[in-house]
């Protein structure tokens, strides 16, 4: 499974951006589709989950804000990012573990929250 992560920019405090990650294969394979981030300086941390009934996680950081969702069949996951903050500001990569086939990630998206 190859991801494409898409949908990153330059974005005001207050601001929504929808990421967008598109697999090569299909995403049904995923039992778990996840969106990671890090901040310069910073370790990659967990920002989202969605399983493949379609159950949703989301860090404390980005409760009532950020809305995981998934579209079988377009192959994407995406992440609708609302009242952005500058501590948002990080690279956003896209996570699929995939149990039969192993773990996979996107090449990163950057998102950029100004003050």
């Known amino acids: 499974v190859q991801l494409q992560a898409s949908g990153g920019g330059l974005v005001q405090v207050g601001g929504s951006l929808r990421l967008a990650c598109a697999a090569s294969?299909?995403?049904?394979?995923?039992?778990?589709l996840a969106w990671y981030r890090q901040a310069p300086g910073k370790q990659r941390e967990w920002v989202a989950r969605?399983?493949?009934?379609?159950?949703?996680y989301r860090a404390d950081s980005v409760k009532g804000r950020f809305t995981i969702s998934r579209d079988n069949a377009k192959n994407t996951v995406y992440l609708q990012m609302n009242s952005l903050k500058p501590e948002d500001t990080a690279v956003y990569y896209c996570?699929?573990?995939?149990?039969?086939?192993?773990?996979?990630w996107g090449q990163g998206t950057l998102v950029t929250v100004s003050s």
């Open positions: 996570h699929c573990n995939a149990i039969r086939l192993g773990i996979f």
């Open positions: 969605i399983t493949s009934s379609g159950t949703t």
């Open positions: 294969g299909s995403i049904a394979s995923c039992n778990i």
